[in-house]
């Protein structure tokens, strides 16, 4: 292992924004406030996942609501690769496990779709600045 992969702070940040969010997640459907994070799927009119089995210590929903912030942590990782230069590395790869985390999340393509146009945009974007500089 180099020296820079080492010291890479970005993969420890996001290491820990998964523990703490799925601690929150689970946390906050044991407790009874999940519904502050389903009520906004519900305003956003994402279904929830119908399956024919039932899990003991959480609803799919909360799978759901983990996955999808799961893949905004994602989306920051990559946000702060591009435009960070010291944690500057490949980020395609981290961009389709994010866009595939929201697809799962989301369980809807007409969602999808545009989320990955607009990532793919917003990366174009992202590298042109970068390369001027």
Partial sequence: IDEKQQQDLVNSLIGAAFLIWLGVVLLAANVGFLSTFTDILDSLSIPSYDVSFETPFFDMRTVQVFLLGGGLILLAEVIIRLLV???RRRVLGTLIVAIALFSIGLGSWEIVWPLILIAI????????FIRRR
């Fill in 85 to 87: 230069p010291a944690y």
């Fill in 121 to 128: 945009g917003v990366t174009i974007l992202l590298r042109g």
